[in-house]
Structures are given as C-alpha cells and as structure tokens.
C-alpha cells in the first residue's frame, strides 16, 4: 500500500470524515490508490467503463485526471518553453481514457460483431500490461464491463472497479473491488463520486506538489 504525504492524508481523512459509511471501504479505497500511483509511477494509463450514470462518471474521471483538478498544473518552466505559447496554457496530465466516448467505434462494433464486447475489444486495442482498467458498475455485473474486465486481467493490466450490493460478478474478477455500503442505484452512484474525487485528488497531490 501506498505511503501517503500529510495533505493526501488530510483529504482522505476528510472523505471519511464526510462520509462515515465509507470506512468500511477504507482500505480499499487506499489499496486502489497504490494501484493507481504506481500504474502512473511506470507511464501507464487507466482505461475507464461504465454503463448510463457510470458512463458519466467514467468522463467525469477523465476530466479530473486529464487536467488540473485542484490545482493548476503548470508545466516546468522549460517544457513551456519547448512548447512556446502553447505551454502556457498546457496542463499536467494523467493518462485516462473513458472506453465510453468513441462514437463511430462502438457503434460499428455494436452492429459488426457483439454489443456486450464494446468495451472489451477497446481494452484489448489499447491496454497494455501495466496500464490499469477501472470498472463502474453499480451492481457489478454489467455485462459490458465484465467483460472487459476479462480482457484487461488476461492482458497483463490491474482491474480495479467500483460497485456497490454485494460487488456482483466484478467482485470475483477484480485485483481491488470497491463496493460502497448501499443497494440503490442512486444511492451507490452518490457514494461513487466522492470516492473518486478523493483518489484523484490524492493521485494530483502526488504527482503535481508544487502546483
């Protein structure tokens, strides 16, 4: 497990603090956080997936890691001057990629081939080993989204996922299966958000500290 400084130690504290249901899912959520660390320590990426609501969680993930979050980001002083004006205005990133945004590709796989293998035949396009790919499924057995968790563990990839109920088919295919304490759809999906916030805010913290 990852060894946190003091402020991501303050932010994890303050999503427990904020949500004490969570503490059950504690040291998952910060055994995730090590995955995440060291997938990007390595020049990784995380490939995301995730069906109506967790299909914009999965975007909104990408959005915090992609740019700055809390932060900035500036680059270093001489990266902006070897992209002159543009660097400006560049931010740091971590590499993340929502499996739910490519239009013209899904849609010709879901007529072609096999709608429950859309995510899947992304992973296998472009998960590497050492990448890690991030499941969303509220009940944990999407179809979708299992299988592609398939894919990504026999590709060599860490398979993380965020669920809630029992963590459902997921729960037996994951490295870390985050399985936040509700049974509702809307219920699981509001503890969602928080927890994701938090690992990347702590993942910013870590890799952009003087931003």
Avoid: W
């Avoid at 945004?101 to 396009?125: E, I, K, R």
């Amino acid at each position: 497990m990852a060894v946190l400084n003091e402020r991501q130690e303050k932010i994890f504290k303050e999503l427990m603090d904020r949500y004490p249901a969570l503490k059950a899912v504690g040291g998952d959520i910060l055994e995730v956080y090590g995955i995440l660390e060291k997938c990007y320590e390595r020049g990784g990426r995380l490939l995301i997936a995730g069906n109506g609501g967790s299909c914009a969680d999965a975007e909104h993930i990408v959005g915090e890691l992609m740019k700055g979050f809390y932060k900035q980001r500036m680059l270093p002083t001489e990266e902006r001057k070897r992209f002159g004006e543009q660097g400006e205005k560049l931010q740091g990133a971590l590499p993340a990629i929502a499996l739910t945004q490519h239009g013209a590709l899904s849609t010709a796989f879901l007529n072609d081939v096999d709608p429950a293998m859309v995510f899947a035949q992304q992973v296998y396009g472009y998960g590497q080993g050492g990448d890690v790919f991030l499941g969303l499924s509220t009940s944990g057995n999407s179809a979708n989204v299992v299988l592609a968790a398939k894919v990504a563990a026999a590709k060599g990839m860490k398979v993380i996922t965020m669920t809630g109920r029992n963590g459902g088919k997921l729960k037996e295919l994951s490295d870390v299966c985050m399985i936040v304490p509700a049974q509702v759809t809307a219920d699981i999906q509001e503890y969602h958000l928080p927890v994701y916030h938090t690992l990347c805010a702590m993942l910013e913290e870590h890799f952009f500290p003087d931003a």
